[in-house]
């Protein structure tokens, strides 16, 4: 008992010995002179300089962002700073995985063009992707559908300007034909799936809900997987197929010159294909479609031996955008001249047929061959060169 009197005793008479202490303190700080405050207050030279943090509030020092983590573990312990910047500085660390990249968790930084600045190269390429890819690309789909509205309303459907003769010329044969719809329809279906998966994300998602548009993005995504090695076998083979009709002339540069006549109705002469069609030939069919083919495989994982690392699957991803954007923003037009922009111009793909007067009218010199016996007017083997076939007259 003794004891326990001694112990609060001695507590009470620390706690008024404090108490004291920050009385006087107080003292002091309303005007009362301090006793010996020169001899017990360091010198300028002795006092330590502020840190960056003291500074620069939420700004850390230079020698903490130079701690490794078993330094920032003494002073601060939990603190994984250090081992975050390190893993986010796309910096090779130590795996026992067999996979490639597996000791890389997250890339270093890097900039595309048009970014304000750096940063982890998985969010550059998503900023980039959602960014300017999505709103320009988008905005040139917009652009050339409103170029062929503008000239269905402007221009009208091109007219033949005779009446039918009723005598035939066989423009593709089944063979082409076959190769044209097969390239064809499953471009289409690449451009539909390859928009959904582009678009949707804001334009269907807000309207499906995320359920529904995860399954169709799930779908999608699969039917473009499928379809696309179908669209790189098919234009081989329409290169195979077309390449000697669309090698370049002289009369090409006078249709460019001219326009083929398109705003003024003038007939501009050509062969077979008119430069039009040529430069869709080599420059979409040719060009693009194999740098979206080329590019696709390598997003498939389709050519062997190849590092399909991040970096390279992400540029491949901007190529494929860029060059199926122009692909797309090109056939537009050619699909509005092949179907209601142009009298007889699907029906030719439709039945492979076209009226002397179409051919005479569009492809000049291409029915002049035919006239001299230089083309069969059939080719297929339906019906011998010499005999013209009739037709119903019947117009598209």
């Known amino acids: 008992m003794k004891a326990l009197l001694l112990a609060m005793t001695l507590a009470l008479a620390s706690q008024f010995s404090v108490a004291q202490q920050a009385d006087a303190g107080s003292k002091d700080a309303q005007g009362q002179p301090a006793q010996n405050l020169s001899a017990t207050a360091p010198a300028p030279s002795a006092m330590p300089a502020p840190s960056t943090a003291a500074i620069l509030p939420g700004v850390e020092s230079v020698d903490i962002l130079k701690q490794n983590q078993a330094e920032r573990s003494q002073t601060q312990p939990g603190n994984m700073a250090p081992v ?11 795996s026992s995985l067999p996979a490639l990249e597996a000791g890389v968790l997250i890339q270093g930084k890097t900039q595309f063009p048009g970014q304000n600045r750096a940063t982890t190269a998985g969010e550059a390429w998503r900023q980039y992707r959602n960014g300017p890819l999505t709103m320009i690309g988008g905005t040139l789909l917009l652009v050339a559908l409103a170029a062929v509205a503008a000239m269905y309303f402007f221009r009208g459907q091109i007219k033949l300007d005779g009446p039918r003769t009723g005598r035939l010329i066989e423009r593709f044969t089944p063979t082409e034909r076959t190769l044209h719809w097969s390239m064809a329809i499953s471009f289409v279906t690449l451009a539909v799936s390859g928009g959904i998966i ?5 334009i269907l998602l807000p309207f499906f809900g995320l359920t529904l548009f995860g399954w169709l993005a799930f779908l999608c995504k699969n039917i473009h997987n499928f379809v696309g090695p179908v669209f ?5 083979l329409f290169f195979i197929q077309f390449v000697r009709d669309n090698l370049p002339d002289a009369s090409d540069i006078k249709w460019l010159s001219k326009m083929g006549g398109l705003m003024n109705g003038e007939h501009v002469s050509s062969h077979r294909f008119n430069a039009g069609e040529k430069i869709v030939f080599w420059g979409v069919v040719v060009s693009l479609g194999l740098v979206i083919s080329a590019s696709g495989f390598v997003l498939d994982m389709l050519i062997p031996g190849f590092e399909y690392s991040r970096a390279y699957m992400q540029i491949a991803s ?3 955008v860029i060059a199926a954007v122009l692909a797309a923003s090109a056939v537009i037009g050619h699909i509005y001249l092949g179907t209601v922009g142009m009298e007889g111009a699907y029906e030719s793909m439709r039945t492979g047929y076209v009226d002397d007067v179409w051919a005479k009218e569009h492809h000049d010199l291409w029915y002049a061959d035919i006239e001299q016996g230089n083309i069969p007017r059939v080719r297929s083997g339906q019906q011998s060169a010499s005999e013209p076939i009739a ?3 019947a117009s598209v």
């Open 84 to 94: 975050f910047r390190s893993v986010a500085d796309g910096t090779k660390h130590y």
């Open 198 to 202: 582009l678009f949707g994300k804001h």
């Open 232 to 236: 790189t076998v098919s234009i081989i």
């Open 318 to 320: 901007v190529v494929h």
């Open 391 to 393: 037709h119903s007259g």
